[in-house]
């Protein structure tokens, strides 16, 4: 009997599924909202200040941060909603995590409470500042956010410290193009 309620649930479901799909492919208004809702979503690079790791162009799927994975570690790609209010969303990279105490030095070495950060994933590109950076004390939800390519990137280094909030999700993979 437990079998039959559940296949009959899971075709409910599924039927629910099919009669939203359908409504988001001819209504505009519940298309946003039925995307809103998925797990992951779709956004494409616009610059190069994520060089060399991804190139204008290329398709990323992120997963929301409410879904799978609640948190961000160091070295995750993130995609940021609107946060210097020109409506447009951000792909960087998180340098630093909540309550960390976060320096950048003029020779481009990042210092995360005291101890000297390796960053592989630059391309062995280092940047001399022509100015000190201050030292930021991330609050309890706030994370720093860098682009790789730090000569043409807007980033935390002007914006500061970017909340919770504004981070939509980790980018989980990059599907076009592939190379």
């Known amino acids: 009997m437990f079998f039959y ?22 209504n505009v208004r519940f298309r946003s909202i039925f995307l809103k809702m998925l797990p992951f979503t779709h956004c494409v690079v616009a610059g190069n200040s994520m060089e060399p790791t991804l190139s204008s162009g290329q398709h990323l799927v992120a997963t929301r941060l409410s879904f ?5 570690s160091r070295g995750d790609i993130v995609v940021l ?5 020109d409506g ?24 995360v409470s005291g101890e000297l950060i390796k960053e592989d994933y630059l391309g062995g ?15 309890e939800e706030e994370y720093l956010l860098m682009g790789d390519n730090r000569r043409s990137s807007r980033d935390s280094r002007t914006l500061g410290p970017v909340s ?4 939509i999700g980790r980018v989980w993979f990059k599907w076009w193009p592939r190379n």
Do not use: M, N, Q
């Open 5 to 26: 309620v559940r296949v009959f649930f899971r075709l409910l479901v599924s039927g629910f599924t099919l009669i939203a799909l359908v409504l988001a492919i001819r």
């Open 68 to 72: 799978r994975r609640p948190y961000l």
């Open 81 to 85: 909603h609107d946060p210097w209010g």
């Open 88 to 111: 447009c969303d951000y792909v960087k990279r998180v340098v630093g995590l909540p309550r960390e105490i976060v320096e950048l030095k003029k020779d481009g070495d990042l210092v």
């Open 125 to 139: 590109e280092t940047h001399v500042y022509p100015d000190e950076y201050p030292v930021w004390t991330l609050g």
């Open 164 to 167: 919770r909030k504004k981070i």
